[in-house]
């Protein structure tokens, strides 16, 4: 039986990248998404393409109870969670001063508190398994701290905070828990940005140019894969050189 990856947040952006590029290395694809779109049945057969079954479970990550029957529909059709990425994740940037206390909380909700949800009801049957690999998407401005974005970046600090803690916890049953801390990243996300806002972020990037899904993805493989295999609590910068 292959290994079985979930992604949450996975139907556009960096996680559908890392669904797609999991797909190629033979896992069976779980892909969490949110909102119903006609695009579900393209991605299942580019994804199907690669000779890989492809399940969709519907969960809002904010919602324990979601994320609970999710991973029970996982675990009814495949018997096994192997590796879980924990992606979903939103931005309501403002500064503080104008930030509503409801735009603060939202995006801890998703961010970090969907980040328990998910991994709380995987967790059981890594255990049970005694082993599993999982890997949180964090964010550079989760170290670094970035103006506009005290609940963004407070959500990925606590990401990062997780990530040790529970890597701590469950090491001694073989489960390698990372993150990942991508910078600035061309996606829906980043595409509200000017295009010369992108350009000046660019210019101030060692490597000159903004990331692509594609360059998280092969770290998140490499995190999954047994190429990794005495790696665990770490957080793996991917931005270019932003952060040294
Ligand atoms: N892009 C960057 O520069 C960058 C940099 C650092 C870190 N990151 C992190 O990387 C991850 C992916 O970002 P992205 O750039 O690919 O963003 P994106 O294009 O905006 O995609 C975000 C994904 O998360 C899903 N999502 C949002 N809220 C959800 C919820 N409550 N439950 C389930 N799914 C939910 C979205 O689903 P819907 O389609 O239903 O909205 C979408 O699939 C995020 O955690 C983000 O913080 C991104």
Not at 163 to 186: M, Q
């Amino acid at each position: 039986m292959s290994e079985v990856a979930f992604i949450t947040g996975a139907t556009r952006g960096i996680g559908k990248k890392i669904a797609l590029t999991f797909a190629k290395e033979g896992y069976n694809i779980c892909i969490n998404y949110r909102k119903e779109t006609d695009d579900l049945d393209v991605l299942k057969s580019e994804i199907e393409a690669n000779n890989v079954k492809c399940l969709f479970v519907k969960a809002d990550v904010s919602n324990f109870e979601e994320c609970e029957n999710a991973v029970k529909s996982i675990i009814e059709k495949f018997g096994q969670i192997d590796v879980l990425v924990n992606n979903a994740g939103i931005t309501k940037d403002m500064l503080l001063a104008r930030m509503k206390p409801e735009d603060f909380k939202s995006v801890l909700d998703v961010n970090l508190v969907g980040t328990f949800n998910v991994t709380k009801n995987v967790l059981p049957y890594m255990m049970k398994a005694r082993s599993g690999r999982i890997i949180n998407i964090s964010s550079v401005v989760g170290i670094s701290g970035n103006a506009g974005q005290t609940n963004y970046s407070a959500s990925k600090a606590g990401i990062i905070g997780f990530t040790k803690s529970l890597a701590k916890e469950v090491a001694s049953r073989n489960i390698l828990i990372n993150a990942v801390a991508p910078g600035f990243i061309e996606t829906d996300m980043t595409n509200v940005l000017k295009p010369e806002i992108k350009e000046q972020i660019a210019k101030n990037i060692p490597l000159k140019r903004m990331g692509t899904a594609e360059d998280v993805a092969n770290v998140v493989k490499f995190l999954a894969s047994k190429d990794s295999s005495y790696i665990t609590g770490q957080v793996i910068n991917i931005d270019g050189g932003m952060l040294m």
